[in-house]
């Protein structure tokens, strides 16, 4: 390198490297006072930052403090709260920046002393809030006045710190000014120094650089062009005539160049005729071959589409043949179905190029009716190419090419021969099939003519046939005419025996119909007897109870401990003497054929639940095992009568386990392996077993396997009898395998569906599930079952119990509106806790069942929504502790469960039910019924009887309750009054359950509207468990009529209407208001018509209490002439089986005397058959009650008919 460059770069270099030091001392010492006054700005925004949050902090307070001031609502206070927390962090931080600043120390000091002082006031206002008071304007103005004073000082601060930010940002400006202009000067004495000296260094190298530059790039492009001459060359070599070389320079090498072009279009040109040639023969030869042969014409066309399509690259193809002055597609490939598939020469392109005899070539076709269908959609075809086809020169049909791409002329040309060559073959076919259908019309001809000829010489055969048969029949009759002569006389002989044969069977029929009448009236003989029986025994049974209850209520206090428990004693033994009874009577229906049964599904489930409830505790005392389990895969329910299978599997149970001294009891059902359709109850014992020589007695009445004197289990022996002869009637069977000592299995087997093994058409009827939970005695009891069942107590405690919420209990002040929420799901607790105050109620959140009801008493929200599966305790006995409680009973319940219990819950006083999961809108459905049930008033009771005694009696008591009611005497003008007023409840008085009150409830629930009514059944009768089944498809309540049955009647009512029980309100039930029902009796005078002295005396004993005046009769006569005598007699009891006048006779006798024709008269009979009831209203009765007599039902009876 010359030496000029080189000082040249050292002398550069050098004074650059001056000036560069000298610009970074002076940039780094700017820098530095730069940084420094940026902090203090940085600085004084930080402070004035910190004194607005500590206003802004204040302020939040404020607007908390008034707006809870305002509402009384707990969420204004957040921000007054939030304000608190950051108020002293915001203050200390605020003086530690002031820290180099006393005088802004100083004022912070006044302005933390100032908003001190101002939350005191704060806080002072917010309990006087809280505790009820109101706050005066002075209190309000002098926190302004604080509030005012905070403001101006942070004004001062604020303002001194903006002072001192404007003076420091003006020193950073100064500062970053002088920085800048020194960097700009420093920069451009480098600048052009360094310039100067690369231009004088860049001018020396480019000369050199530029001229070997050229000599390079000269040499390059030489050898590129000689490259691309010799592979274009390769190409040529190789076949790729369209190889050309784009090369315009005009030198040597370009001439070269363009030899070689000219060269390679030559060659590509002959090359492309003969491949076209070759492609043109190839394709007619293939199609020769293909059309060899004595092919169908079906066959041909197939074959030319299929070729002409894949070698001519068309897409669809159709050949149409002229038949009988029509062309017909006879052909076709990869088209559509088409719409037309003939036409007329003329008519369509198809018919115009056949009639014109010339091609037809459509290019560029843009129409949506010519596609092509693929699996992932549909494609045009845009070329279409049709052409005749000649057979010599007669046109014999049309064929259409379509195609994707457009025809070359190479395609068309290939088209035209091959479809001359298609032409010939089709009609060399069409000949052939000509000829072919000419030879089979022959050979068709020919067969006929053999068949005439065969069928004549059948002819002759058959009447060569006859002719010998015929002589033969002439032997065979002249041989039956012997033969019936012989058969005429064994008729007569036996026609003489058949008459001594009918002359026996109608002496036997007359037998059969003699014992018939005879087992009629044995039917009808037991039948009486054992009404007369149970007459006979109820009627001193029906002393004793009396005498004994009253003895056991000790009412006079003269008796000890000892006699009132002999006297409990004697009244137990006497019910066990009326099931017993009960148990004959049922028997002797199940014989006679009079047993109804009341068909409905039945659910597995509400079965476990009321044996386990039942045999539990019984187990559990006895320490045996008892495990109840349903079979995996069996459906939820069978249809039966519930009450007689719940008899049959009580007896089987109580067996088990009375028989049972260590071990177990288990209770499996399944399917029937042999018969699918049947369910097999299996109740399998560890107990002592029953040996095979005595299995077949225990099903007898009154036997059992130990029939000793000296037996150590007792019973009467009807209980398998009974149970077999239910098992019969519901179409089933029961089993039994059973070792003496290894305990015994047996099996109940009944169908599903009953219809499926009784022919008798039985009602069925709908009913809900009623679930029964278990008792607490029964926690020792194993229940295992696959379906689902109402959890055991043990099963209840195994659920885990979550963690307490946070809720509203602390803050609830007087006048607050809150709601009880019971559920153990967090999650979902927390959701209801939150719509719950959304709509403005607060919320209590319990999380377990054991305290749900004492957090009920102890708080007494407006209402509860109530979770069923709960911990420790679920929500069927937390909802029956808080009607149970006189003091809860009025809180309206709404249940929430993922379980379909919705009528269950109805018809345990809830207000409503709500399938999990809920919806939003359900949730809001849910408030506004909770709203409706706190707000609706008043109560109105609708009363529907017939009798205006009972309804006028009813009513007053309720109105004397300060419940409203109105009385309809029948169904029409009950929907009536439902339909066009308001009606919380209806109590329907049905006497005696018949058709007509089943119809009036099915009446009511059957109207729009009426569907969730509550609906109270008030009767007279002591149900059975079928009456009591039916009733509460419909009813929510049924009260018998008692002693107290007033009271219940108020309870039910209560409990529907959700009444608050305030001091003056129904709670006010104990001596006074129920003390005037006791005055209707007091001092009234009633005359006992009984033949049996017991019974008189009984019912004296138990009148008397009440202070009424008993007059004796002993039969008919006695007692009309006992009411002569005593004209002031307020109220009859009469016997309806007395001598020398009975029941009927006298109540008669008495109504026609018209002094008593509204005397009450209740008709007392010891006969429990169909019927009584409906002859004793008939002969005049008032009412009616049967022996023995239940005090308290009586005295229900005498109160409604002495009300007037």
Known sequence: MPKTILRNLQIGFGISLLILLASSTAS???????????????????????????????????????GFLLTGMDKFLDPYKTGLQSLPQSLSRAHDLTSDNPEQQHIIDTLSTLVQSRLAKLENLVNIKKRGGMVSVSQLEEGKTYMDSCRLLISKIIDREELLLNKRSEELSRSSGYTSIFVLLAAAVSLLITLFFYFRLRADFFQREQLQNDLKRKDEEIKRRLSITQ?????????????????????????????????????????????????????LTQLGN???????????????????????????????????????????????????????????????????????????LEDTHYVI???????????????????????????????????????????????????????????????????????????????????????????????????????????????????????????KLLEDKNVEIAERNQEIQKKAAELEQSTRYKSEFLANMSHELRTPLNSILLLSRLMSENSDGNLNEEQMESAAVIQSSGKSLLTLIDEILDLSKIESGKMDLDVQPVFFADI?????????????????????????????????????????????????????????????????????????????????????????????????????????????????????????????????????????????????????????????????????????????????????????????????????????????????RFILIVEDDIEFAKILLKYTRQQNYKGIVVVRGDIAAEMVARYMPLAVLLDIQLPLKDGWQVMAEIKENPKTRHIPVHIMSSLQVKRESLLQGAIDFINKPMALEQMGDMFRKIEDALTRH???????????????????????????????????DSIVALSSDTADCVILDMGVPDRVGYETLEAVKRNQGLENLPIIVFTGKNLSQVEEMKLKRYADSIIVKTANSYQ????????????????????????????????????????????????????????????????????????????????????????????????????????????????PIIAVTAKSMMGDREKCIAAGASDYISKPVDIDQLLSLLRVWMYG
């Open 28 to 66: 780094y010492i700017s820098i530095r006072k730069q940084n420094h006054n940026s902090a203090m700005v940085d600085h004084s925004r930080r402070v004035m930052s910190r004194v607005n949050k500590i206003l802004q902090d204040l302020q939040n307070a404020e607007t908390g403090q008034r």
């Open 231 to 283: 592979r274009i060359a390769r190409e040529i070599a190789a076949g790729h005539y369209d190889m050309q070389i784009q090369d315009g320079e005009q030198d040597d090498l370009g001439s070269l160049t363009g030899s070689l072009n000219e060269m390679a279009r030559s060659l590509k040109t002959s090359f492309e005729e003969l491949n076209n040639n070759n492609w043109h023969q190839a394709g």
């Open 290 to 364: 293909l059309l060899m042969g004595n092919k169908q014409q079906e066959e041909l066309t197939a074959v030319t589409l299929g070729h002409l399509t894949k070698y001519g690259n068309c897409v669809n193809g159709a050949i149409y043949l002229m038949e009988q002055d029509e062309l017909v597609l006879r052909g076709s490939y990869g088209l559509e179905d088409l719409e037309r598939k003939r036409f007329a020469p003329g008519e369509g392109m198809v018919g115009q190029v056949f009639k014109d005899k010339k091609e037809k070539l459509f290019e560029n």
């Open 373 to 495: 269908s693929f699996a992932a959609g549909k494609v045009l075809v845009n070329n279409l190419f049709i052409l005749p086809v000649f057979d010599g020169n007669d046109c014999i049909g049309v064929m259409e090419l379509g195609s994707l791409q457009p025809f070359s002329s190479i395609q068309l040309a290939f088209f035209r021969d091959a479809v001359q060559k298609v032409g010939t073959t089709l009609a060399a076919a069409q000949a052939r099939l000509v000829v072919q259908n000419l030879l089979e019309e022959t050979q068709a001809q020919t067969e006929e003519l053999q068949a005439q000829h065969t069928e004549l010489e059948s002819l002759n055969s058959s009447l060569e046939m006859h002719t010998h048969k015929l002589q033969a029949s002439e032997e065979e009759l002249r041989v039956q005419q012997e033969e019936l002569v012989q058969s005429n006389r064994e008729l007569e002989e036996r026609s």
């Open 608 to 816: 476990l639940n009321g044996l386990t409830a039942m045999f539990a505790p019984i187990a559990a005392d006895k320490q045996l095992g008892l495990e109840m389990n349903v079979a995996e895969g069996l459906p939820l329910q069978l249809e039966t009568d519930k009450q007689r299978l719940d008899q049959i599997l009580r007896n089987l149970l109580s067996n088990a386990i009375k028989f049972t001294a260590s071990g177990k009891v288990t209770l499996h059902i399944d399917r029937e392996q042999s018969q699918r359709n049947r369910i097999v109850f299996e109740v399998r014992d560890t107990g002592i077993g029953i040996p095979k020589d005595k299995q077949h007695l225990i099903f007898e009445a009154f036997q059992q396997a130990d029939g000793s004197t000296r037996r150590k289990f007792g019973g009467t022996g009807l209980g398998l009898s009974i149970s077999r002869e239910l098992a019969r009637l519901l179409g089933g069977e029961i089993l039994l395998d059973s070792e003496e000592n290894k305990g015994s299995i047996f099996r109940l087997i009944l169908p599903a569906q009953i219809s499926d093994a009784t022919p008798a058409a039985f009602g069925t009827v709908q009913l809900s599930p009623i679930e029964l939970d278990l008792p607490a005695g029964a926690s020792t009891a194993v229940v295992q079952t696959s379906q689902t069942v109402n959890l055991p107590a043990e099963k209840i405690l195994e659920i885990p119990i979550p963690a307490d919420i946070p809720d509203d209990r602390d803050s609830i002040v007087e006048g607050d």
């Open 938 to 972: 008043p109560k109105k009771v609708l009363i529907v009887e017939e009798n205006p005694k009972h309804a006028a009696a009813l009513s007053l008591f309720l109105g004397s309750f300060d419940i409203a009611s109105e009385i309809k005497s029948n169904v029409d």
């Open 1048 to 1159: 219940r009647i108020l309870d039910e009512v209560g409990l529907f209407l959700h009444l608050v029980e305030e001091n003056n309100g129904p709670s006010t039930k104990s001596p006074g208001r129920l003390g005037f029902l006791r005055d209707v009796l007091q001092g009234k005078k009633v005359l006992v018509a009984d033949d049996d002295i017991r019974n008189i005396f009984s019912l004296t004993k138990a009148l008397e209490k009440y202070q009424m005046t008993v007059v004796p009769a002993t039969d008919g006569k006695d007692a009309l002439k006992q009411l002569e005598d005593n004209p002031d007699v307020a109220v009859i009891l009469m016997d309806m089986m007395m001598p020398e006048m009975d029941g009927y006779e006298t109540i008669a006798s008495i109504r026609q005397d018209q002094r008593y024709e509204n005397m």
